[in-house]
């Protein structure tokens, strides 16, 4: 058996860690400061877009690149990443006019970057560039520059892309968190773009997608006998059984902790009615609420079943904490 090391003492390993991370977390403390009209200008553009953020870079810059599309995307800017390289040999197909170009290279001096700048120009697409070096070729000739600047890298030798690439990054998430903002991007549009996600399912998922209904709806009339509930019960498996009036409407509900309580009270269970020892008026949900919030009512009253009613108080669907588990939603 092993125990987790508490994050106390030194080593060299550790103590390596630390003067990276504490370099790491200086670079992007320093972009605050930073931050000037060129950050507005580059939201502005983007806001006023018409097509997709292009995001481009190369080396480690294009993989960072590729993360900054894939946030601004999933926080309700359309983008998408297209490599440098294969621009130049087709791939500017995929730019147009309409779009807005995001161009990242620490030097600002990449070639396979800065050749597109010709292109792009005779297009009229924008072009936003993030650089280590406002004065570098793809800062002068972008509309809008982010310096994403930082004084060294983590890199005990200062050549790999560390303390870069996190700055890029994070100045990368600021600018899709302030979009984001702008645009009232709420919780719900998130999930739409994260439909298989545990949050999507969370915001997305109504009872009326889970329930059971038709044949799998348990149900048994006022004034059965206590042995049909039981066996209506046992046949759909799902711990209760509605009770229901001449007119259709709910009564109450039979379940499993029901049957334990009423054990403890009823010698003789030959001579009872359904109608004797049920929950009346049973706890109940709408069809089209979410199903995080019929797990909250699950929970709040310690309960493993709903029975689902329409407006006038007919159940047409019953859910089980089970079928909420297997969606995913909890």
Not at 64 to 88: D, I, M, W, Y
Not at 218 to 237: N, Y
Not at 274 to 279: E, F, G, K, Y
Not at 315 to 324: C, I, K, Q, R, S
């Amino acid at each position: 058996m092993t125990t987790d090391t508490p994050p106390t003492g030194s080593s060299p390993l550790r103590d390596s860690a630390r003067r990276t991370l504490q370099l790491e977390q200086q670079a992007i403390a320093a972009l605050i400061e930073r931050l000037d009209g060129g950050f507005d200008r580059a939201c502005e553009l983007i806001l006023a877009c018409r097509g997709r953020v292009v995001v481009t870079g190369m080396g480690k810059s294009g993989h960072v690149a590729g993360k900054v599309a894939a946030t601004l995307a999933s926080t309700g800017t359309p983008a998408f990443f297209v490599h440098p390289g294969e621009a130049s040999h087709g791939d500017l197909g995929m730019i147009t006019p309409g779009d807005v170009v995001l161009a990242l290279s620490n030097s600002g001096e990449t070639a396979e970057v800065t050749a597109l700048l010709p292109l792009l120009k005779r297009m009229g697409t924008p072009l936003i560039s993030m650089t280590g070096r406002p004065g570098s070729t793809l800062a002068r000739h972008a509309d809008a520059h982010l310096d994403a600047g930082v004084e060294r890298e983590a890199c005990p030798l200062d050549l790999a892309p560390t303390s870069s690439t996190t700055a890029a990054l994070a100045l990368g998430d600021a600018l899709a968190v302030a979009l984001l903002e702008s645009r009232g991007f709420t919780a719900e549009d998130f999930a739409r773009s994260h439909p298989g996600g545990s949050l999507g399912k969370r915001l997305l998922l109504r009872v009326a997608d889970l329930m059971h209904q038709g044949s799998r709806l348990p149900s048994v009339p006022l004034g059965s006998p206590l042995r049909d509930a039981l066996l209506e019960i046992t046949r759909q498996g799902l711990g209760f059984t509605c009770v229901v009036d001449d007119d259709g409407r709910l009564s109450g509900v039979y379940t499993d902790g029901d049957l334990r309580r009423t054990l403890d009270q009823h010698s003789n269970l030959s001579d009872l009615k359904v109608d004797d020892v049920m929950t009346r008026p049973g706890k109940r949900v709408n069809a089209e609420i979410l199903a995080a919030e019929a797990v909250r009512i699950m929970e709040d009253n310690r309960i493993t079943a709903l029975a689902v009613v329409d407006d006038d108080g007919r159940p047409v669907g019953a859910l089980h904490m089970h079928d909420l588990l297997a969606s995913g939603v909890i």
